[in-house]
């Protein structure tokens, strides 16, 4: 790769860096709402038996609430492309003489790396409340997962960005698609309680995610082995950034 | 030598032409400006030739280079203002110049040193760690074209480059162009629907009218395709009065456009009692008569039978662009 190519992947980074810090209130939502969703749901089910369910829920909650947060924050960077669609910048980044793979790479990294760093804050949270994390091992497998969740969610962004051409669209994808397919995951109550919803989440991409995070890294509670669960998110990852990076390759202004 | 040459370039939107076979040379060096009304395919032109939209047929060379083949080298070769601003206004104005830099792979030195020269030259150093959202819109412009111009490119493209701005944003933009084609000697392509831009800025122009180019010329040249003065006059019967005049060999290029005769002749000022003895001998009655010298606006009305400022009437009582003719006028 030429050293044009790399000094516009690192730009598309920092940009992208630069944007994430400098803006306290939005990064401060990306982080408080997972929280939320981690204290409340965390207090009000701490004494819930559910069928699945191994220790502790907090201890089962965790994975589910660092994925969400994942989820949202790189699938919003992959949708952001439309931001940029609609305030022209997109047109400066298409006219400058670096490959559309490029673009992706970077793009794609600085919302992997934005997306990590609200994931980490949130384990980070979770560990300080005292959940019991399986092994050493476990965490690098974890941050493998958060790793790979980032870039399926970054690519299935850049999917809904270039097939749309306004925000309402994605809010309404948020609710309608993300939100039933985050509950049918296993991110909030096992899913093997049921037999209807655990075969409804066998077809769910996020399942083998939060089922892999949470094999990883507390060790409990999951349906699959880790080792299964990656397998299955490596394929799933690749799909979607090369559907993602068609797509918005194909994409003209 | 040409620096851009088209060769029958076409865009077809469905069943809509929007750039209909154009073929032309811009020679280096030169301010070459695209005269037409909105949605004559000024901007479907620019975004082909900068490898933005595909032709459906014909292509173009810039420096050399084909705009279909070799997008690399031709994206490497020139700079663009887009209509629409393309700054992240998230960023300061440095940043975005920083951006700018590291996607056309300047070195380090060249990096700083270019940064500050064309901040300079837009006088924008003193904002440059301002947040871009926080620039007026002549600043915004200005530093759109500051970036334009980062990489030494060989052709600047300027879509409407003034659009929106105030009468005075605009003077101090078209400086800033006159400037950068002179110290730079960057071949300048822009479009503008403002003759007086199109006038104090080019050196040739090329009228596209519904994604044709009807003329290219030199505006002198063009200027005096319609005679050295425009007389310009309303009159009762108006219609007789276009017939008797065609009979004139002296009247050139006579139109009628909304109640008013227009035609250029040679020396106005002495035609005008001949005009009005004419009229008198045929019992019509001249409410107004005026002569000036002919503007890009009478060039337009003799290629196309309509003023430009029609158009942008049209537009804008349809209430789709009114907000970017607020200023100017």
New interface residues.
Partial sequence: MR??EL??I??MWL?QM??FL??KTRLATMVIQPLFFFLLLGSGFRQAVMPGLEGGYIDFLAPGIVAMAILFSSMFTGVSVLWDKQ????????????SRFSIIIGRTIGGATTALIQGFIILFIAIILGIKISSGAGLILTIVFMLLLSFTAVGFGLIIASKMNDFQSFSLIMNLIIMPLLFLSSAFFPVTQDKTLQTIAYFNPLFYMIDGLRGSLIGKSNVFPPLIDLIVVCIICIIMLTLGSYLFSKS?? | MDIIITYGLTKKFGDLTAVNNLSFNVKKGEIFGFLGPNGAGKTTTI?ML?????PTSGTATIAGFDIIKQR??V??N?G?V?Q????????TGK?NL???A????LSRDKRKKRINDVLELVNLWDKRDVLVKNYSGGMKRRLEIA?GLMHYPVVLFLDEPTLGLDAQTRRAIWAYIKKMNKEEGTTIFLTTHYMEEAEYLCNRVGIIDYGKLLVIDDISNLKNSVGKDVITLSCTDADRFVKILENEKWVEKIKRHEGLVTFGVEKGDEKIPEIIEIARKQDIKIKSISVRKPTLDDVFLSYTGRTIRDEEGQVSSKGRLSLRFRGGR
């Fill in positions: 050293t044009n000094q516009a690192y730009i940009r630069k944007r400098r803006f305030f022209g910048f997109l047109q400066e980044v298409l006219v400058a003489p670096v003209e202004v | 975004k900068t490898t933005l939209l595909n690399d080298e994206r490497k020139i663009v887009f629409e601003p393309a700054l992240d206004v998230e960023l940043e920083e951006y700018h590291r996607m056309y792979g970036r």
